[in-house]
């Protein structure tokens, strides 16, 4: 880690927590509650009330449901960063080298 890295961490911390919280709104929490929902609404009516007619049918299903909120998981993960490295450069001007200290805030 480099000395620039330790005298802004503090400040990227707060950015990077500022950042999440501005962008996890009440319309993307319920998208993602929703998300996280449907996997087991299907296993439920799957076991319940009818069955697939296959089994490779079923696994491609359950595979699809359980990769969906996990790809807006980690899309909004990408717009946090990318949300975060473009405040840092904003900042760099008032903070020299904080946008290089972003950069390794960002890969650790």
Same mark, same amino acid.
């Given at each position: 880690?480099?000395?620039? /890295?330790?005298?802004?961490?503090?400040?990227?911390?707060?950015?990077?927590?500022?950042?999440?919280?501005?962008?996890?709104?009440?319309?993307?929490?319920?998208?993602?509650?929703?998300?996280?929902?449907?996997? /087991?609404?299907?296993?439920?009516?799957?076991?319940?009330? /009818?069955? /697939?007619?296959?089994?490779?049918?079923?696994?491609?299903?359950?595979?699809?449901?359980?990769?969906?909120?996990?790809?807006?998981?980690?899309?909004?993960?990408?717009?946090?960063?990318?949300?975060?490295?473009?405040?840092?450069?904003?900042?760099?001007?008032?903070?020299?080298?904080?946008?290089?200290?972003?950069?390794?805030?960002?890969?650790?």
């Amino acid at each position: 880690m480099s000395d620039n /890295f330790e005298k802004h961490k503090a400040a990227l911390d707060d950015l990077y927590r500022q950042t999440k919280e501005e962008l996890w709104t009440p319309p993307f929490a319920t998208l993602v509650l929703v998300m996280f929902g449907i996997p /087991f609404i299907t296993i439920f009516f799957n076991v319940a009330v /009818f069955s /697939f007619g296959h089994w490779l049918v079923a696994l491609i299903v359950y595979l699809a449901e359980a990769a969906a909120p996990l790809f807006i998981l980690y899309r909004h993960r990408q717009e946090i960063r990318e949300t975060v490295r473009k405040k840092a450069l904003a900042m760099d001007a008032a903070n020299p080298g904080i946008y290089e200290a972003s950069k390794e805030y960002l890969r650790v």
